[in-house]
Nanobody
Framework: QVQLVESGGGLVQAGGSLRLSCAAS????????MGWFRQAPGKEREFVAA????????SYADSAKGRFTISRDNAKKMIYLQMNSLKPEDTAVYYC?????????????????WGQGTQVTVSS
């Protein structure tokens, strides 16, 4: 059983940056692929970024490419999402997710464990 706790959300102006963190416990993080998803009010949860077990393979939603960077530190059991050039449409609750397989997926159903989420609000 893996527990995930996100932090780092907040209110930021358009064009600003935030770094989200996800602390994992209860499992061997190095064997899990990890992902970041987000959900805005009235919308379905959507893929943002994912990284395989080693950190060597990453994938991004088109909306995140060139602006967001996912990374992981297996020794510290941490996953990060660096978000730059934020836009109002990035406003959402951001969730960290773990998949009990080394290969990353881009759909929520591919993940086994979820954090409680952290709110990101980007003002115009």
């Amino acid at each position: 059983q893996v527990q995930l706790v996100e932090s780092g959300g907040g209110l930021v102006q358009a064009g600003g940056s935030l770094r989200l963190s996800c602390a994992a416990s209860g499992g061997t993080l190095g064997s899990y692929a990890m992902g970041w998803f987000r959900q805005a009010p009235g919308k379905e949860r959507e893929f943002v970024a994912a990284v395989n077990w080693s950190g060597g393979i990453t994938s991004y939603a088109d909306s995140a490419k060139g602006r967001f960077t996912i990374s992981r530190d297996n020794a510290k059991k941490m996953i990060y999402l660096q978000m730059n050039s934020l836009k109002p449409e990035d406003t959402a609750v951001y969730y960290c997710a773990a998949r009990s397989s080394g290969a990353a997926k881009t759909v929520p159903s591919g993940y086994d464990y979820w954090g409680q989420g952290t709110q990101v609000t980007v003002s115009s």
